[in-house]
């Protein structure tokens, strides 16, 4: 079976929609900056975006605070601000703790991060179908240590649970990952070294330390 291309899949739907006037409705997933900055370049000229900034995973407050207002002044410093909107969401690592009970062992990318995407996706997912929003999506498949395949099957999984749709995406194929680390250097955006929980940040620590 030949693997999907969801960047092909993307650009047909921006077309037909452009040949058809339409600017849909998308609540976007957002992880960071460094992550949002590319996407959201590519995507508002195409979606009237709604940025859902939900990461429980990261679980220090303060980094977690940070990410946050590099997100906003991205937005803004891009002139961007006018165009896309931020929705109020909870911080709550303490559901992260609890969706991942059991998989503090695991490495990086297996099935403990599969549970990540599906709690921060279904979030979003959950404000897509309460807003009448057209579209959900992530930012999360531009990095190249994220799975596109694994999060597009969560995305579309919970689409089909919740009566919405997910727009499929890899964000990293077209030299979008290459553009988000211009974007990053240009703004000067803070680039963290870890995903976001206390384990990936173990497992950075571990890989300085073994460089050193």
Do not use: W
Not at 57 to 75: A, P, Q
Request: overall charge positive.
């Amino acid at each position: 079976m030949n693997k999907r291309n969801y960047q092909k899949e993307m650009d047909a739907l921006i077309e037909r929609n452009a040949r058809e006037g339409r600017r849909p409705t998308l609540m976007l997933h957002v992880c960071c900056a460094v992550c949002a900055s590319y996407v959201l370049e590519y995507l508002y000229r195409h979606f009237l975006i709604t940025i859902a900034y939900y990461n429980p995973n990261i679980t220090d407050e303060d980094e977690y605070r940070y990410r946050l207002s590099e997100l906003r002044r991205y937005v803004d410093e891009a002139g961007l601000g006018a165009e896309i909107r931020f929705v109020e969401v909870a911080y709550e690592p303490d559901a992260f703790f609890d969706a991942v009970r059991g998989r503090e062992a695991d490495r990086e990318g297996g099935a403990r991060c599969a549970i990540c995407f599906m709690q921060r996706l279904r979030y979003t997912a959950a404000l897509c179908r309460q807003g009448g929003y057209d579209y959900f999506a992530t930012t999360l498949t531009i990095s190249p240590l994220k799975n596109a395949e694994v999060i597009n099957a969560i995305g579309e999984k919970l689409a089909a649970e919740l009566g919405v749709r997910y727009l499929c995406s890899d964000f990293k194929k077209k030299e979008g990952y290459k553009r988000s680390i211009e974007l990053s250097r240009q703004y000067q955006l803070y680039r963290q070294n870890y995903c976001g929980c206390v384990f990936s940040r173990r497992e950075a620590d571990e890989r300085a330390s073994r460089t050193e």
